[in-house]
């Protein structure tokens, strides 16, 4: 069974940065797709960025398009989210979520269709204050 544990996140200043983790076990296959959705209070979950194993290829949304860098750590099955000039309206938490399929998650990021991902973790508040 696949098991995503994220990491970071907390509290910062607009402008700041953080990085989020996640930590995945149980894949069945070095082909799959990870990466973050993220859930502002009375908002649709929406994508963020994901990576593909084992090529690297990446999918960013334009929100996080020249601010977030997804990268992974070879061999040790972690993902990691930097996140740099950080506002107000990133606040909201952020999963870490994956797929036996890169196309199938970065397309759920895509066309805004969460449900349709396979795996996911527990979340991480970010917050950014103004």
């Known amino acids: 069974e696949v098991q995503l544990v994220e990491s970071g996140g907390g509290q910062v200043q607009a402008g700041g940065s953080l990085r989020l983790s996640c930590a995945a076990s149980?894949?069945?296959?070095?082909?799959?797709?990870i990466g973050w959705f993220r859930q502002a209070p009375g908002k649709e979950r929406e994508g963020v960025a994901s990576i593909s194993s084992p090529d690297g290829s990446t999918y960013y949304a334009g929100s996080a398009l020249g601010r977030f860098t997804i990268s992974s750590v070879n061999g040790k099955n972690m993902v990691s989210l930097q996140m740099n000039s950080l506002k107000p309206e990133d606040t909201a938490v952020y999963y870490c979520?994956?797929?036996?399929?890169?196309?199938?998650?970065?397309?759920?990021?895509?066309?805004?269709?969460?449900?349709?991902?396979?795996?996911w973790g527990q979340g991480t508040q970010v917050t950014v204050s103004s």
């Open positions: 979520a994956a797929d036996p399929s890169f196309s199938d998650l970065s397309y759920a990021q895509v066309m805004g269709v969460p449900h349709r991902v396979d795996y």
């Open positions: 149980g894949f069945a296959s070095e082909y799959y797709g």
